[in-house]
């Protein structure tokens, strides 16, 4: 089991190692320009002397020409791009050292955004697999709503967050519901599709076998055809709440929240603090990674509990 484990582990390891390798190299040409500015304000030597002369080197080449500035680069108050370490750091201040009821508290942003992300994402799962059932039942449905469904989603989000936000703001509705709407619409379409490929996926054997025992459709349905579909509706699952946690923060950039990961993301770009930026993206990524390692938690229990076994 250790050797699984290490063998499951090294390789992302590795490929983690790497990322923050190249991240970290990449901040000293990123910020060698700012660096070599302050510098210079500070009396520092840097060459070429002008500031014009500095314009024409690349940021690598500048901070080899000086290598005093080089540790300075991970350590900018508005740098182009933040140091992992920065990044760390904002986040252990927004999330640990803040109230949670306080606006600066990542926490009290991240519920605001994960309360639109849960509703949404419940609203478009129950929507999805209800259309799901509709299309495998119906060859009406399936010959006009699983295009209609697969057009939807060439509509781009951002142009259709602000029209969903106005339209439902002028019968008024705001705040939660609108976000929902927003997450609910990224999350229904994986949901269909896993659905439909799922309730399909029995063989023809298997669909003989239950007319010969002259079984009903309702009792092909919970027997066969629903049993069989629930891998697959994990694998959606796991794709929709990804979707449902954007469209909750894509339905905050167009109104100027004032709450959630999304308004974090504005104050930051307004405000240029890219650290404020950088922390609620990477808060947002790790509500993500938490909410499927709650589903995959969820999936190898149910289908434990169905002698299917993990997937």
Do not use: C
Not at 28 to 50: G, Y
Not at 120 to 149: C, E, Q, R, Y
Not at 202 to 230: C, E, V
Not at 265 to 279: F, H, N
């Amino acid at each position: 089991m250790a050797m699984t484990k290490g063998g499951t582990f090294l390789p992302v390891l590795t490929v983690v190692a790497a990322i923050l390798l190249f991240w970290t190299l990449a901040v000293i040409p990123m910020n060698a320009h700012l660096t070599a500015d302050q510098a210079a304000r500070d009396d520092m030597v840097i060459t070429p002397e002008s500031a014009a002369d500095r314009q024409d080197y690349l940021g690598l080449t500048l901070a080899l020409k000086n290598p005093a500035i080089i540790p300075l680069t991970f350590v900018q108050v508005r740098p182009r791009l933040p140091s992992p370490h920065q990044i760390a750091a904002e986040l252990y201040n927004t999330v640990f050292t803040q109230k949670i009821t306080s606006r600066r508290s990542l926490v009290y942003h991240g519920w605001v955004t994960l309360s639109a992300t849960l509703l949404g994402f419940v609203i478009g799962t129950a929507l999805g697999v209800l259309l799901a059932i509709g299309i495998v039942h119906n060859k009406t449905m399936d010959k006009s709503v699983m295009p209609w469904a697969i057009v939807s989603q060439t509509i781009p989000i951002l142009a259709l967050a602000p029209m969903i936000i106005v339209i439902l703001g002028s019968i008024g509705i705001q705040g939660l519901l609108p976000k929902s709407v927003i997450s609910a619409y990224l999350s229904f379409f994986p949901v269909v599709v896993g659905m439909v490929k799922g309730l399909r996926s029995p063989d023809a054997m298997q669909l003989d076998l239950l007319h010969t025992y002259n079984a009903s459709d309702g009792q092909g349905f919970w027997k066969l055809r629903l049993p069989a579909s629930i891998p697959y509706l994990f694998a959606s699952l796991k794709i929709g709440i990804s979707a449902a946690l954007v469209g909750a923060i894509v339905g905050e950039l167009p109104t100027g929240a004032k709450a959630g990961f999304g308004a974090r993301m504005l104050v930051g770009d307004q405000y240029g603090q890219p650290l404020v930026t950088w922390a609620a993206l990477f808060a947002a990524a790790i509500t993500a990674a938490g909410l499927l390692a709650i589903l995959g938690l969820i999936e190898r229990r149910t289908l434990r509990q169905m002698g299917m076994g993990a997937a």
